[in-house]
């Protein structure tokens, strides 16, 4: 059963990103597809929708993944640092 406390943390996390740059990893069977370049453009309920900016090996252009795949560890974020006065 997911708890709602730790969904809504993810839910703020995102919601706070809308606009940034991030890395999505996503598990796939037995392995992590890594995604180095999406930008958080929106946020929902349930789900939220990443833009692929380079070349992956998903081929498609936008990405809906859910809270709960954040929470079971079936994807992973991480946000990338803006690097200002570089």
Known sequence: ??????????KDAIQNNIGKKIILTLKKGRKYITINECIISNAYNAIFVVEILGESLINCKKLSVCYADLLTGNAR??????CKGA
């Open 1 to 10: 059963m997911i708890k709602s406390k730790t969904v809504s943390k993810y």
């Open 77 to 82: 974020v991480t946000v990338l640092s803006d």
